[in-house]
């Protein structure tokens, strides 16, 4: 029995209980929300202990983080690192995307140091397997996904919604950057050498039965997403939406949790259309974001742009925002790189939090505690309260005022002034 089985059955373990305490949802409820697939909780049967990060309506919404090898930089431990830091920075989810060295070996180690809901793209590790992308057979498609499927991978980017009928609509788009989706570009590649129809489409009951042997969540990936202002918001990307939708009802039907992704480079005023189309057609299926980066000349500073657009999209709707680093676009991001990465998206998601059903009232109350102890300048406090007490504590340590406020104004601080103007008074 697959978790959202469970849900509809009304039962309730430990890790259920455990995620609706989380999220603050009452257990009944948050069955529900799994039982029509608004709400996901990844997690494999083989894995023992993950955190539990539900995913959906009325849930915080979620910040993942992605690490891994590149095929020209291969260094495993740097990956771990990355991982570690994500994950103490605040990632609810870690994905690994290696293309480079000992794929399995990196996956496991990776995800021994995982806490939190761990995914992959299977596709690349099929791809790398082959010597040329265009040779892998139709079964390597689906042994990767087993084979990582039985190694504990908790979520798996996947994209069914590739097909002719999609492919057919990007070829008339007019876009400027094609195809920007690594997974995405691999099964189009494929499926035009061999004049064959994409495996993860054709066959998608048969993915539906690996995924569901394990309890794997389904994210239907996001193949057509647009890679650029320009691309953003064009019949191929709505017809892959569509497609993403008739495959959320065969999830829902089969007993697979599933999510959907979305774009990508999107300006500011499609964004909100753009969520709730999807959210329309994929029946309210929990939305995991790549950004959307609200402009393309932000080269460096990326974290930024998709944190803006991340922030848009959570108010219409978006509940997952996968994190850009500043070296998007650039090069495979550092360490430090990580770090800010997943601060920039956290900082969105607590935003959007501030006005979500089901969250608004807790994340209220932190900011409320924020002003609190900046009221009365208790600085650990609000060290402690910050999305990054770090990067909080090291600003004010290195220009320490001479008063009990910060070097910003020093005794001309407006609060304290005001404040025992009151007192005197
Ligand atoms: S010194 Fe100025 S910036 Fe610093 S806490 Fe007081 S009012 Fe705010």
New binding site residues.
């Given amino acids: 029995m697959t978790l959202i089985e469970d849900a509809r059955k009304g039962e309730v373990d430990g890790f259920i209980k455990k995620a609706a305490e989380y999220e603050g949802i009452e257990v009944e409820k948050f069955l529900r929300l799994i039982a029509h697939g608004y709400l996901v909780l990844p997690k494999n049967v083989r894995r023992e202990d993950v955190k539990p990060r539900a995913i959906g309506m009325f849930a915080s919404t979620k910040v993942n983080a992605n690490v891994g090898t590149s095929i020209d930089y291969v260094n495993a431990e740097e990956e771990i690192e990355k991982a570690i830091v994500a994950q103490k920075a605040g990632a609810d989810a870690v994905m690994d995307l290696s293309s480079g060295g000992n794929l399995d070996e990196i996956r496991k180690k990776i995800m021994a140091v995982t806490e939190v809901p761990f995914g992959t793209v299977p596709i690349y590790q099929a791809a790398r397997d082959c010597s040329r992308v265009v040779d892998m057979g139709e079964d390597d498609f689906f042994r990767v996904v087993e084979k990582q499927a039985k190694d504990g991978v908790d979520f798996m980017t996947i994209h069914s919604g590739v097909n002719w009928i999609s492919v057919e609509r990007l070829k008339r788009s007019g876009r400027l950057l094609g195809v920007v989706s690594r997974g995405g570009a691999i099964i189009i590649g494929w499926m035009l050498h061999n004049e064959k129809e994409n495996p993860y489409y054709k066959d998608f009951d048969y993915l539906l039965e690996i995924l569901k042997e394990y309890d794997v969540t389904i994210s239907l990936g996001d193949a057509f997403r647009p890679g650029c202002i320009h691309d953003a918001g064009d019949r191929a990307k709505y017809t892959e939406f569509v497609i993403l939708g008739e495959l959320v009802e065969k999830c829902r039907q089969t007993g697979v949790q599933c999510m959907v992704e979305g774009p990508g480079h999107v300006p500011l005023d499609q964004i909100e259309t753009s969520v709730r189309a999807m959210k329309s057609v994929t029946d309210n299926a929990p939305l995991y974001l790549l950004g959307p980066l609200v402009t393309d000349i932000a080269a460096g500073y990326d974290h930024i742009a998709a944190a803006i657009g991340a922030a848009i999209a959570g108010m219409a709707g978006a509940d997952f925002i996968c994190y850009v680093t500043p070296s998007e676009h650039l090069a495979l991001p550092t360490v430090e790189d990580v770090r800010e990465g997943v601060i920039a998206a956290k900082i969105a998601a607590h935003a959007v939090d501030l006005i979500k059903d089901g969250q608004r009232e807790r994340a209220r109350l932190k900011d409320y505690e924020m002003s609190l102890a ?1 009221k009365n ?1 208790e600085w650990e406090k609000q060290f402690e309260l910050s999305i990054d007490p770090e990067k909080a504590r090291e600003i004010y340590s290195r220009r320490k ?1 001479k ?1 009990e ?6 005794d ?5 002034l005001v404040k025992e103007a009151f007192e005197r008074n």
Wanted: hydrophobic residues 40%.
């Fill in positions: 900046r300048l005022s008063s406020a910060c070097s910003m104004c020093g001309l601080c407006a609060i304290k």
